[in-house]
């Protein structure tokens, strides 16, 4: 009994800093915001006095499902395109050889040695009318001279996929690299034919890569901002953008609050699903995905 008891008292005091941290962090600036969302503003920027439902009550901005709609099907549309992508890389770098798998994850991190930014205006500059590829295009007859490649919600997705694909990569390789690939192997003894052996055996047995991958892309994709802001323009304005402009630029926190209340709403429902679908697992599909 004592021997559990100190063995019980160990793990509290390895989880206590993480504890800590995510509830100073995360947990109470999030209740804050919440709050937030109840007070009413200043004329000068502040936060008044008492509460009240005026903030959700201009929430109702008959421009928000606009920009609430696109900013769904952007964050949705990434984030399949970048699974996508993702799932056959991770089986490659699975099966190669360790030389050229460390080749391929090194070029996997290597846009993580520049400055976001500094890529972001490079896509700016590789998609501007007057650049290189537009000229490329037009001079192969691929689009238009009045095609515009800039400041639309495409350009906007193009670069969030170029942006959060190395995430969805990496979570997906690190599964695949547990999986045991002579399950593979079997399902084509037994007649599987190789997309089959893929999509039956393969994708079932990486599917905690593929939902790590899904929220780190997807939650990111909903709150990005800089993105819409640098190549989108005012015509692809997100929810992060909005929330940017209440703070920034109308100095209206509740109303920035409120909006970034709903966002994290909204980035907790897929999360809470995602944790109730894998609380439904059986012990023996956990034991199975584990490899033992």
Known sequence: MKAETRRHASEWLVTLPSFVWLLLLFLVPTVLVFAITFKPPTPYGGIGEGWTLNTLRTLGNPN???????????????????????????????????????????????????????????????????????????????????????????????????????????????????????????????????????RSVFLPGIRVGLLTAFLMVFIPSLGSYVIPDIVGGPTSEMIGNKIAQRTFVDRNLPHAAGLSAFLTVAVLIPMIAITTLRGKESPRDTLREEGI
């Open 64 to 198: 928000y499902p606009a920009i609430i709609w696109r900013t769904v099907w952007l964050s949705v549309a990434a984030t399949a395109i970048c699974i996508l992508l993702a799932t056959p890389m991770g089986y490659y770098m699975a099966r190669v050889s360790p030389a050229r798998r460390r080749l391929v994850l090194l070029l996997v991190i290597l846009p993580f040695w520049t400055s976001f930014l500094v890529r972001i205006f490079a896509w700016k500059v590789l998609l501007h009318p007057e650049g290189l590829l537009k000229n490329t295009l037009v001079f192969l007859g691929l689009v238009g001279a009045e095609t515009s490649l800039l400041y639309n919600a495409w350009s906007v997705l193009l670069v969030m996929v170029y942006t959060e694909l190395p995430f969805a990569i990496l979570p997906i390789y690190a599964a695949a690299e547990k999986f045991d690939f002579r399950l593979i192997e079997a399902a084509k003894d037994l007649g599987a034919s190789s997309f089959c052996a893929f």
